[in-house]
Nanobody, 125 residues
Framework: QLQAFGGGLVQAGGSLRHSCAAS????????MGWFRQAPGKEREFVAAINRNGRITSYADSVKGRFTISRDNAKNTVTLQMNSLKSEDTAVYSC????????????????????WGQGTQVTVSS
């Protein structure tokens, strides 16, 4: 089970912190990712992190502004979002791949088998 926290309303240029808490499985065996879906658009990849947190991947649109991290002791993955833009407005969801290799990050939604509920991020310009 994945429980997401965070999101909300922020002005352009501001920051938000999004977290996802996992339970029910060995968290350190799971690669994690964040995806988002804006109204009228398809779901898109945002960021991914491998099982031990040493390897990350980012969509070009968020690179340099967003940071994904994880704390395997606390079973949480976090997405720090800085310099937010109006185009970052979307419903954000965390996801887990429970059969990932140690060094793998995954950028395709179909590679994830567990999903948290989405939370809304709205950036006002």
């Amino acid at each position: 089970q994945l429980q997401a926290f965070g999101g909300g309303l922020v002005q352009a240029g501001g920051s938000l912190r999004h977290s996802c808490a996992a339970s029910g499985r060995t968290f350190s065996n799971q690669a994690m990712g964040w995806f988002r879906q804006a109204p009228g658009k398809e779901r898109e990849f945002v960021a991914a992190i491998n099982r031990n947190g040493r390897i990350t991947s980012y969509a070009d649109s968020v690179k340099g502004r967003f940071t994904i991290s994880r704390d395997n002791a606390k079973n949480t993955v976090t997405l720090q979002m800085n310099s937010l833009k109006s185009e970052d407005t979307a419903v954000y969801s965390c996801a887990a791949n429970s059969s990932a290799n140690l060094s793998a990050t995954h950028i395709r939604a179909e590679e994830y088998n567990y999903w948290g509920q989405g939370t809304q991020v709205t950036v006002s310009s």
